[in-house]
């Protein structure tokens, strides 16, 4: 479905990079879309093909990021929680960089966070029982009256795009009891209401995370549905980013991406990717392989291996960094990612790759054929925060070299623990490319066969990081050099494109 939408986008096939546009420090003060419109041609020139931007709907206060969602309506258009604009900007201004991006041929994916609601508008009573913290599926007491946080009226937009009002009925936990200023989990009770029995067993069911909505309720699958249609055909947006999969119904999940694939204000071709952040590529694999439609995941194994290879430096056999990953398992559906908005310093699932290793990192997802790369904002800019990291030194270039070279057919030299190689033959319309990896203390070397129609030609390391030339043999052979712990991308020097590169 990627490269659907991204060809139904540019009109052409070719090499597709997503970009996360944003990262968990971005400054609020609603700059963020007025950044991307500006920023899009930029993002477009090196590589960028489609941007997966932070929740646009309105939060539960003007800092919300979104992740803490009032209401999914509410894109920067009405006065509520404080403010008119949410964190990243107006209504307006996230239209006009959604279709400037477009003109620059990125697409944009929406992050929807359909799990929970938050900053409710008025308390109301309902049954609930309270359960265990570290077992859901284990009641602590009896059911009683709590006042519960559930009411959502809407009153700064009233019934505009859609007339739903949000009460206890649409919810199956809260984590606060308003009557006795109790905080724990409750489990709201009511007609077939339970805990979603298709959603991750952790903590017996890990349904609730926060303010849970009841997927199986008619009134929120409807409304669900048409937020879904709405969104995409208001913003020109070309897909979904789901926030947090493994605590949602995966039922739900499958019936709202077959909605918007096959209904009249849908789009056939969205592209949709779940965040089920996990360490099993088993789950990972079980869960793609049973949602009966096709879905992507970001491969968190991966990026744990990343972060592994770069905490074991030289210790790591770089021959095993795809090992128990969704990549090898089903590269169709893997989302491959280096680090995101949850990995940074300062998060919750804090696990960030190391400086040392990202560069062989984004190589490896951005080089090779399977996988639909993700790069990370923080990565290309930055982040920000009380321990602030740098940019990837060149990375720029690394993604320019994708869209550049990393073409036709791939042939491995996997050979070594500390140093490996690939060569990408390239196609009619670019030149290949060889790139060296080296995660040991010294300069790492391949012999590699380009073949014979290269004898004679020089190659050089476009990201300038190996100096020196090399000539391809009359066999159609060299050896190819990378420095310790880095990489190197060699292309011959008048390959086509090279010129975009400032230094050879």
Request: proline share 3%; aromatic share 12%.
């Amino acid at each position: 479905m990627a490269h659907h939408a991204n060809e139904d986008a540019r009109g052409s096939p070719g090499n597709f990079t997503m970009m996360q546009y944003f990262e968990w420090y971005c400054p609020s003060g609603g700059v963020h879309w007025k950044k991307y419109a500006d920023d899009v041609e930029h993002l477009s020139d090196i590589g960028i093909t489609a941007c997966w931007l932070p929740p646009p709907t309105k939060g539960s206060s003007p800092e919300g990021t979104g992740y803490d969602i009032y209401d999914l309506y509410d894109l920067g258009e009405f006065d509520q929680k404080g403010n008119k604009a949410t964190k990243w900007g107006s209504k307006e201004e996230l239209l006009e960089a959604i279709k400037k991006a477009k003109e620059n041929g990125i697409i944009s994916y929406i992050d929807a966070v359909l799990n929970h609601k938050a900053g409710a508008d008025e308390k109301e009573e309902c049954l609930a029982t309270m359960v265990d913290e570290n077992d859901r599926t284990k009641t602590v007491g009896e059911m009683h009256n709590i006042e519960a946080w559930t009411k959502f009226t809407f009153p700064g937009r009233g019934d505009k795009h859609s007339p739903m009002k949000w009460n206890y009925n649409h919810f199956t936990g809260v984590d606060y009891d308003a009557k006795t200023e109790t905080t724990a989990i409750f489990k709201i009770q009511g007609d077939g209401k339970d805990w979603a029995d298709d959603v991750d067993d952790e903590n017996g069911s890990y349904d609730y995370l926060m303010f849970v909505i009841d997927h199986a309720h008619p009134e929120v699958e409807a409304d669900l549905f048409k937020w879904g249609d709405w969104v995409l055909k208001e913003t020109g947006a070309y897909g979904f980013r789901f926030d947090a999969v493994k605590h949602i119904s995966r039922k739900f999940i499958e019936k709202f991406v077959k909605h918007i694939r096959e209904s009249e204000g849908g789009k056939a071709k969205a592209f949709c990717v779940g965040e089920f952040w996990h360490d099993s590529v088993d789950a990972l694999v079980e869960y793609v392989e049973g949602l009966g439609t096709q879905f992507s995941c970001f491969d968190s194994c991966l990026q744990d291996n990343f972060h592994s290879a770069g905490e074991a430096r030289e210790g790591y056999d770089l021959r095993q960094i795809f090992d128990n990953t969704l990549l090898q398992r089903r590269p169709v559906d893997a989302v491959t990612l280096v680090d995101n908005h949850d990995t940074q310093v300062g998060q919750s699932l804090q696990r960030w790759v190391s400086s040392a290793f990202k560069p062989l990192a984004y190589a490896l997802i951005l080089l090779r054929v399977d996988g639909y790369p993700c790069v990370f904002y923080g990565d290309l800019y930055g982040t920000g925060g009380d321990n602030p990291q740098k940019p990837v030194s060149q990375l720029e270039d690394i993604i320019r070299a994708r869209k550049l070279f990393a073409y036709g057919e791939l042939r491995d030299y996997w050979d070594h623990p500390n140093c490996v190689a690939w060569l990408r033959t390239g196609d009619e319309e670019h030149d290949g490319c060889v790139v060296v990896i080296c995660n040991g203390k010294e300069d790492g070397s391949k012999k590699i066969e380009v073949g014979k129609e290269h004898a004679g030609e020089k190659w050089t390391d476009c990201m300038g990081w190996h100096q020196g030339e090399i000539t391809i043999d009359e066999e159609g052979w060299a050896e190819f050099f990378s420095p310790p712990e880095s990489i190197s991308i060699w292309t011959k020097t008048d390959a086509r494109g090279r010129e975009e590169y400032k230094k050879d």
